[in-house]
Antibody
Framework: EVQLVESGGGLVQPGGSLRLSCTTS????????MTWVRQAPGKGLEWVAN????????NYVDSVKGRFTISRDNAKNSLYLQMSSLRAEDTAVYYC????????????????WGQGTLVTVSS | DIVMTQSPDSLAVSLGERATINCKSS????????????LAWYQQKPGQPPKLLIY???TRESGVPDRFSGSGSGTDFILTISSLQAEDVAIYYC?????????FGQGTKVEIK
């Protein structure tokens, strides 16, 4: 059974940092692009970042460039999102999701999602 | 960035009736070399993560009931629920995976009339 489990969310002050983790099981993690998607309370879905199977390519939405860093550890079947200089508008549930097998062309087609972890940025 | 616009924002449909959701992209998501539309539909029920329903604009994900269908090409797409069931109450999102950032529509909330 495929499982993606996010952790690391919580309450952080504006300007602070947080590191999210996504631990996977039931998949050969190293052959998939992985993605972070977020959803502000009561709002829609926003693609945040993705990372190539081997970690050599990373892409970010403009609003987080220079503040967030996506990474992965294939030996630990885990995905990470290091978030710094956090702002109130970063408050959201953060989901990790798996891109469909097939490389970069279908990296954005997300076939498995975790349950999400809530990040709240507030003083 | 490609902007995805859904309509309507919400709709209420009687049980057993048809529900239709539209999605328009600001530029074509049809890749000419393979003639595939890089367009997906997701369903999100309250308190749950999104679930992939349809990809390549019209291919149902495994296990998705056949009352769900997708159509369209280029910039205009439709998700149809042919006979609405109570368990279909959810928010539906279209998404283009043609290019990064892989943008979503704002969502359409489907309710029972």
């Amino acid at each position: 059974e495929v499982q993606l489990v996010e952790s690391g969310g919580g309450l952080v002050q504006p300007g602070g940092s947080l590191r999210l983790s996504c631990t996977t099981s039931g998949i050969i993690f190293s052959v998939y692009w992985m993605t972070w998607v977020r959803q502000a309370p009561g709002k829609g879905l926003e693609w945040v970042a993705n990372i190539k199977e081997d970690g050599t390519e990373k892409n970010y939405v403009d609003s987080v460039k220079g503040r967030f860093t996506i990474s992965r550890d294939n030996a630990k079947n885990s995905l990470y999102l290091q978030m710094s200089s956090l702002r109130a508008e970063d408050t959201a549930v953060y989901y990790c999701a798996r891109g469909t097998l097939g490389g970069k062309a279908v990296a954005g087609l997300l076939d498995y999602w975790g349950q999400g972890t809530l990040v709240t940025v507030s003083s | 960035d490609i902007v995805m616009t859904q309509s309507p924002d919400s709709l209420a449909v009687s049980l057993g009736e048809r529900a239709t959701i539209n999605c328009k992209s600001s530029q074509s998501v049809l890749y000419s070399s393979n003639n595939k539309n890089f367009l997906a539909w997701y369903q999100q029920k309250p308190g749950q993560p999104p679930k992939l329903l349809i990809y390549w604009a019209s291919t149902r994900e495994s296990g998705v009931p056949d009352r769900f269908s997708g159509s369209g090409s280029g910039t205009d797409f439709i998700l149809t629920i042919s006979s609405l069931q109570a368990e279909d109450v959810a928010i539906y999102y279209c998404q283009q995976y043609y290019t990064t950032p892989q943008t979503f529509g704002q969502g359409t909330k489907v309710e029972i009339k």
